[in-house]
C-alpha cells in the first residue's frame, strides 16, 4: 500500500468513525470539497501539511495522532506485527472485545495486509 493508500484509509476510517460526510469535514476544517474529493480520487499523492493539520483539527485529533499506524510510527529495520504474532495477540486478548470491536480490528488489521 503507497503513502497515499495509507493515509486516504486512514481518513476514510476517521470519518466514518464520526459519522463525517466529505461535506461536513470540508465545513468543520474550511478546506474545499473539491479539494478533499480530488485527495481521495486522486491514486497518487498526499495532502500537504497544512491541509492535513486543518483535515485533522476538524477531525479532533493532532497530526501526531493521525499518523500514529504503521508504518508512519514505526522506526526504520523495526519490524512490523506478524501474522502469527497477531494471531497468538488474537488468542489472548480476542475474547474480551466486543463483537463491534472485534469486526474494527479485522477490518483495520485487513486494511494494513493488502
Not at 459519522?19 to 495532502?47: D, H, Q
Not at 494471531?87 to 475474547?95: A, K, P, T, V
Request: charged share 25%.
Amino acid at each position: 500500500m503507497n503513502d497515499h493508500e495509507l493515509i486516504i484509509n486512514r481518513l476514510k476510517l476517521l470519518m466514518a468513525d464520526r459519522n463525517f460526510t466529505v461535506n461536513k469535514l470540508a465545513a468543520r476544517s474550511g478546506v474545499k470539497y473539491t479539494t478533499i474529493r480530488a485527495l481521495m480520487s486522486r491514486p497518487t499523492g498526499v495532502p500537504k501539511v497544512n491541509t492535513l493539520r486543518a483535515l485533522c483539527q476538524a477531525l479532533g485529533i493532532s497530526v501526531q495522532d493521525f499518523l500514529n499506524f504503521p508504518p508512519y510510527n514505526e522506526l526504520p529495520g523495526e519490524r512490523s506485527l506478524a501474522e502469527g504474532d497477531f494471531q497468538s495477540e488474537w488468542d489472548r486478548f480476542g475474547h474480551n472485545l466486543t463483537e463491534m470491536e472485534k469486526l474494527r480490528i479485522y477490518q483495520i488489521y485487513k486494511i494494513f495486509q493488502r
